[in-house]
């Protein structure tokens, strides 16, 4: 069998398409792909993720919901404007931000949500899942944690 140029051209190109749907196949061209996951802000998550929370922890009324909203705005822009002091002031600032926030959403809540609110774990970049800040105490009906037996095993 004699090759040809004409030959060579349509192993060629053969060879190209073979490849071109490999390369295709590769790429993940779906729309059912999962939106992107919000990005977390120095000063926490973002504004709609916790009112979304919020929302269905404390089962939000449509009233309640702009007026939480805006506390949560206030408090995220509050806490962003302390990246570059000392931890101690930053410490101090954020617990005030935290009292300040509270006593607002005191005002909005009902007795039973605000009671609920409190009871929250706290959602920030150190609160791995909504779980204690370090040094944290656990939120009141939590069972306390199991202690090692004496003797160091």
């Known amino acids: 069998m004699k090759v040809t140029k004409t030959s060579i051209a349509v192993i060629a190109v053969t060879g190209l398409l073979a490849l071109t749907s490999a390369v295709r196949a590769q790429t993940n061209t779906s729309t059912n792909a999962a939106p992107p996951a919000p990005k977390m802000h120095k000063a926490g998550p973002p504004v709609e993720v916790q009112l979304e929370r919020l929302t269905r922890e404390l089962t939000l009324t449509d009233a309640e919901k702009p ?87």
């Open 67 to 153: 007026l939480v909203k805006a506390v949560l705005e206030d408090q995220n822009k509050q806490m962003e404007g302390l990246s570059g002091l000392s931890p101690e002031d930053r410490r101090t600032k954020m617990q005030a931000i935290r009292e300040e926030v509270s006593t607002k959403m005191k005002g909005i809540l009902t007795p039973e949500q605000y009671t609920k609110y409190q009871a929250l774990p706290p959602m920030g970049p150190r609160s791995k899942k909504g779980g204690n800040p370090p040094g944290g105490t656990p939120p009141a009906g939590t069972p306390p944690a199991a202690t090692p037996p004496a003797g160091g095993q």
